[in-house]
């Protein structure tokens, strides 16, 4: 048995916004487990070797986030197929062998989140994606795995919106953002990607005429974590989804995977991460 402390941490510019170290640390005292989890400032020009020097100092893993999601995956040794699809990674592992194993779990965190929280049946019809960055092709990957039968998407610049139902086929329907409301009739999932409604953005407004009582409505956002977007349709009568439960969802698999356990994520957990 190895007498090393596994240490990972999290890799981003800038990163002390992250609340990934304060969850991480949460379950390594919950859990009695000896290991550290770090927040890591590392400049673009600097990851390459960062990531050959960080074996090197005990480190098993790591979690990737603005701006280096993209760029380890020409770093990496072995990307999983999700995290090729989605073309981005924000769980590395350092394997025992050298090689560097890029995963990402963002789509998992997504899906447990609404799974978890909501009644949800993502086969029962349409899902309407707001947004067409990095967080929206992990959102659709992981809906058109789960059986969604068609999703509306729909992005301020629409050349984006294009690009990814080029990418993930014919059951991506692109409409403009002035229609946007138009797209909610008949949907049953309904998703917030954009950073419209965080802490010091505009609100994300579009018209909800059209939107169901029986659609799961979230939003990725979680700063704040009811956002005026969840407070609408909650006014609807819909179900809502906070998007913390991502965040807490998506940190498990990294967990378990460098620390040995897997945690769980329940309301402790939650209240943990809201408290200052």
């Known amino acids: 048995m190895s007498d090393k402390i596994p240490v990972a941490g999290v890799i981003g510019m800038p990163i002390s916004h992250s609340q ?6 949460y379950w390594l005292s919950r859990y009695q487990i000896s290991g ?29 986030t603005i701006p280096h ?3 380890v995956l020409g770093l990496a040794d072995i990307v999983t197929d999700r995290a090729a699809l989605i073309g981005a990674a924000n769980t590395l592992i350092f394997r025992s062998d050298g090689k560097l194993h890029a995963d990402n779990t963002d789509g998992y965190g997504f899906v447990e989140n609404l799974r978890c929280n909501a009644e949800w049946d993502p086969k029962s019809g349409p899902a309407v994606v707001l ?3 990095g967080a929206a092709r992990a959102v659709i990957a992981s809906l058109l ?18 690009a990814l139902r080029a990418e993930f086929g014919t059951k991506i329907s692109v409409v403009e953002w002035v229609n946007a409301g138009d797209m909610l009739k008949g949907a049953r999932t309904v998703v917030n990607t954009t ?5 010091g953005q505009p609100e994300l407004k579009i ?13 990725i956002v979680y700063t704040p974590l009811r956002t005026a977007f969840l407070d609408r349709a909650a006014e609807k009568g819909c179900q809502t989804v906070d998007g913390l439960g991502m965040l ?20 402790a957990t939650r209240q943990f991460i809201l408290s200052s």
């Open 69 to 71: 999601k993209e760029a």
């Open 207 to 219: 018209p909800f005429d059209h939107l169901s009582t029986d659609a799961v409505v979230t939003d």
């Open 36 to 64: 550290h989890y770090v927040p890591l400032h590392i400049e673009q020009a600097d990851l390459a070797e960062v990531l050959q020097m960080m074996p090197k100092m005990g480190f098993v893993g790591a979690n990737v």
């Open 248 to 267: 807490l969802y998506q940190a498990a698999p990294g967990f378990e995977r460098w620390f040995g356990k897997r945690p769980e994520v329940d309301d």
């Open 145 to 162: 795995d789960v059986g969604v039968p068609e999703i509306r998407l729909a992005n301020r610049t629409r050349t984006r919106s294009d």
């Open 195 to 199: 950073a419209l409604g965080m802490k």
């Open 20 to 25: 990934s170290p304060k969850l991480h640390n």
């Open 131 to 133: 947004g067409a960055g």
